[in-house]
């Protein structure tokens, strides 16, 4: 059984759509990520919800609007999409909002065009 | 800002002999971890080593941490193709943040 699912695993699309990308993990833990791996593969947080309670909320445009409608799941919206989005974007989750061990899933390629 | 380094960016040995891939960092650290990521797929956690341990084991990997030089250091012995990955290290900083930072990790090929 998958741990930690994204869908899709794959998105090409044009500047300026809307897209989202789904997450969701069956671990039963409290504290979910989305992180961006960029072309040179540095892998940067983007937002953390704990209860589906957002605490980690780093620079990032106001264009991206993550979504926890329960603590299984974390959405991430973005708006109006650009050229520098392209890159893979991983969920992850933890039991606790500890940094302690991180399960991600398998990422999403973003393409945008 | 980005707190992990390894080094080297890129290591190729053959099969059968020894992986040393060194993390360096910046600020104070609760934990530092290392992760794999083979290619086109996600991150899966290796190893965690706290800030008051200096050296863990897990099967063939060896972790070392030295907090006075801010270094961590992943050995992987009698290496396997299938070892063939990018390899993270990723820190906990102290001070309560619950936000884990990683490295630009070292790009280990093993030659079968």
């Known amino acids: 059984d998958t741990a930690v699912s994204q869908t899709p695993k794959y998105l090409v699309t044009q500047m300026g759509n809307d897209k989202s990308i789904k997450c969701e993990q069956n671990?039963?833990?409290?504290?979910m990520y989305w992180y961006k791996q960029d072309s040179k593969k540095f892998l940067k947080i983007m937002f953390s919800y704990n209860n589906k309670e957002l605490i980690i909320n780093e620079t990032v445009p106001n264009r991206f609007s993550p979504k926890s409608p329960d603590k299984a799941h974390l959405n991430l919206h973005i708006n109006s999409l650009e050229l520098g989005d392209s890159a893979v974007y991983f969920c992850?989750?933890?039991?606790?909002?500890?940094?302690?061990?991180?399960?991600f899933g398998p990422g999403t390629r973003l393409t945008v065009l | 800002s980005q707190q992990g380094e390894e080094d080297p960016q890129a290591l190729s040995i053959q099969e059968g002999e020894n992986a040393t891939m060194n993390c360096s960092y910046k600020t104070s650290i609760n934990n530092l971890q290392w992760y794999r990521q083979n290619s086109g797929r996600g991150l899966v956690h290796l190893i965690l080593i706290r800030s008051n341990e200096r050296e863990k084991h897990s099967g063939r990997l060896r972790v070392t941490l030295d907090t006075s030089k801010k270094s961590s250091s992943l050995l992987i012995t009698a290496s396997r193709a299938a070892d063939t990955a990018s390899y993270f290290c990723?820190?906990?900083?102290?001070?309560?943040?619950?936000?884990?930072?990683f490295g630009k990790g070292t790009k280990l090929t093993v030659n079968p």
């Open positions: 992850a989750s933890s039991l606790k909002a500890d940094t302690m061990t991180q399960f």
């Open positions: 990723a820190t906990g900083p102290q001070g309560g943040s619950e936000k884990l930072v």
């Open positions: 671990l039963g833990h409290d504290t």
